[in-house]
């Protein structure tokens, strides 16, 4: 099978993650609106550039990107690339054309060692967009730190900017919606959402890398409680007057998202919204590849391993290959509108 090299600014990217309480990791991935918010204006016109289901994610038609250097967050895995990763049975894609991208649960692990997993990237980037994911379960338990998430491919970071969809770490049972910048970026939104305001300051640095983040309240938002209500959809619009994310649990997913028709104005209060008010979107976000991985321990996952209520260390962790039986990706499709 035919695939193309990684883009050598994708490989380089630092994956950032946006843990709000966790200011001194050095992880490395990486005034209010005066008007209403751009889903409340724009028109149900949308049209579909990109839809990415089954062996997209996988085979020559799409190209995807397996990222396979060692990882940019310290985390304790091996990044597979494409045909390894197919090959050990860590992406798959089933008789349904849901696609599975897992962490290792068959090899001997080393304490402190590591366990292979799966990153990838997409073969296009984007400026602006309306990013629908629909994924039936994500990777949970202790240890791990999943990401879905794009980023500048043409920037070093922070610059291009990054909007973290879904992350968190080892129990957490609230997923975080994060966006990281350069300089000159803050987030003062007054529009009403579901989530919790964790921080402001959008702009980033490797040794300041909170970004401006919310906490989602729903339970069914991340880990365990995402699985057992059968996953669910998350979708979000990009544009020059901010970036808004909605979450959708399965058995609340709109009709027209199911449908191919998309209409944002419909779609109710939004989990975060982003405005350019406090921040020139155009500049700071720019050229963005989206990603998806799960990473062990590493710069997040590992200092807050302990207070996460988790059994031993991080490092032990690792060697217990039963520990990683739910830390899978089952992905139904990502589609990209414009």
């Known amino acids: 099978m035919i695939r193309s090299a990684v883009t050598a600014a994708v490989l380089a990217l630092p994956l950032a993650a946006s843990a709000v309480h966790q200011d001194a990791a050095l992880r490395r991935r990486h005034a209010g609106l ?23 994610f996988l085979y020559v038609a799409s190209n995807w990107n397996f990222f396979s250097e060692s990882d940019p967050t310290s985390g304790l895995v091996q990044y597979l690339d494409a045909d390894a990763a197919e090959a050990a049975g860590l992406a798959t894609v089933d008789c349904n054309n849901v696609t599975t991208l897992a962490v290792d649960t068959n090899e001997t692990v080393s304490i402190g060692g590591l366990r292979k997993s799966v990153r990838i990237s997409s073969p296009e980037t984007y400026n602006s967009g309306l990013f629908i994911a629909d994924f039936q379960a994500m990777p949970f338990g202790c240890g791990l730190w999943p990401a879905y998430w794009t980023v500048s491919a043409s920037a070093t970071w922070p610059d291009g900017g990054e909007i ?83 979450f959708f649990s399965r058995d609340e997913i709109p009709s027209d998202i199911t449908a191919g028709t998309p209409d944002p104005t419909s779609w109710g209060t939004p989990a975060a919204i982003f405005p350019d008010t406090g921040c020139d979107i155009s500049s700071h976000f720019y ?52």
């Open 34 to 56: 005066a008007h209403s918010p751009t889903y409340m204006r724009r028109a149900s016109n949308y049209t579909l550039q990109n839809k990415f289901v089954g062996e997209d």
């Open 164 to 246: 973290d969809i879904i992350e968190g770490v080892n129990l957490n049972t609230e997923n975080q919606i994060t966006l990281h910048s350069g300089p000159d970026c803050t987030l003062n939104n007054t529009q009403k959402v579901t989530s919790n305001l964790d921080g402001t300051q959008c702009a980033s640095s490797p040794g300041a890398d909170s970004g401006c983040a919310y906490s989602q309240t729903d339970p069914r938002s991340f880990g365990a409680g995402f699985n057992n209500a059968s996953g669910g959809v998350f979708a979000h619009l990009w544009n020059t007057d901010g970036v808004t994310v909605w």
């Open 287 to 338: 050229d963005h590849a989206i990603v998806l991985d799960t990473t062990i321990c590493g710069d997040w996952a590992g200092p807050a391993y302990t207070s996460s209520g988790c059994p031993g260390t991080c490092e032990e962790i690792v060697a217990n290959a039963t520990n990683f039986e739910n830390a899978k990706w089952l992905v139904n499709y990502i589609s990209v509108y414009q």
